[in-house]
């Protein structure tokens, strides 16, 4: 009891005295001080975290900077590839010409492409169309003084005469399916085809050059009552990006 007491005595007294020291100003030196030192350290540590904001946006800007450069770098990559491709096969079979990619089909299967390329370039319909070294991806069906319009092998209107490099060199007509598939039709029920096997143009389509690769064939279609066989192909250039091209004068 005696202990309490004595600590709440010292308590109160601990405390007039400080109320005296503030009145009179003792306390104003310790008290800026103190003010002093956590300024100090506040704005050290607000700096700090300013520094820390910055760099992490220097960071994000320079990240940002190298990503766009680098796909830079590789676009140009891959349109220096396609155009080495285009010009070795125009050097090795029929007369070529570069074209641009400016727009496609606003339809979300995207069936056409249109090219800066027209008639006073020589472009006229029926005309092939490829990627690198003679991957036929399809024909001019509209020109333009100054552009036209590719329809893709894709295309449901889509037709191209084609031979199968198979044993027998099967015929057929590779035809488009709404965007989404080709197929080869008419092949003879009772000649061989088998996945892998590669289609190319056949050459009996007026304007079109024979050995043109079309795709390979995925899956084989046979019904005993039908007096033709199919084939789903998976075509050679990817058709849904494509940004440069040639067109073929024959």
């Known amino acids: 009891m005696r202990r309490r007491l004595v600590t709440a005595l010292m308590i109160i007294a601990v405390l007039l005295l400080l109320i005296f020291l503030r009145k009179y100003g003792y306390l ?44 830079k770098i590789r676009l140009l990559e891959e349109e220096n590839t396609n155009l080495r491709d285009q010009l070795k096969f125009s050097e090795k079979n029929n007369v070529s010409l570069g074209a641009d990619v400016i727009g496609r089909d ?12 027209g008639v006073s370039d020589r472009v006229a319909i029926n005309q092939p169309v490829i990627l690198g070294n003679g991957f036929l991806i399809g024909k001019i069906v509209r020109v333009e003084a100054h552009t036209a319009v590719v329809r893709l092998l894709s295309d449901y209107q889509s037709k191209v005469a084609a031979t199968v490099m198979n044993r027998e060199k099967s015929l057929g007509l590779v035809i488009g399916g709404y965007g989404l598939t080709i197929k080869l039709d008419l092949i003879p029920q009772n000649e061989v085809i088998q996945p892998g ?20 064939v995925e899956v084989v279609e046979k019904k005993p009552q039908e007096p033709f066989q199919q084939a789903v192909l998976k075509t050679s250039a990817d058709l849904h990006n494509i940004s440069v091209v040639s067109i073929i004068f024959n």
């Open 28 to 71: 104003n030196f310790f008290e800026s001080t103190v003010r002093l030192v956590t300024d100090t350290v506040l704005k050290k540590m607000y700096q700090a975290s300013i520094t820390a904001e910055m760099v992490e946006k220097n960071n994000s800007v320079e990240l940002t900077a190298c990503i766009a450069e680098d796909t």
């Open 106 to 117: 606003l339809d979300p299967l995207g069936t056409t492409l249109i090219i800066n390329r």
């Open 197 to 216: 096997d590669v289609i190319i143009t056949s050459g009996l389509e007026a304007g079109i050059p024979r050995g043109l690769v079309i795709g390979m």
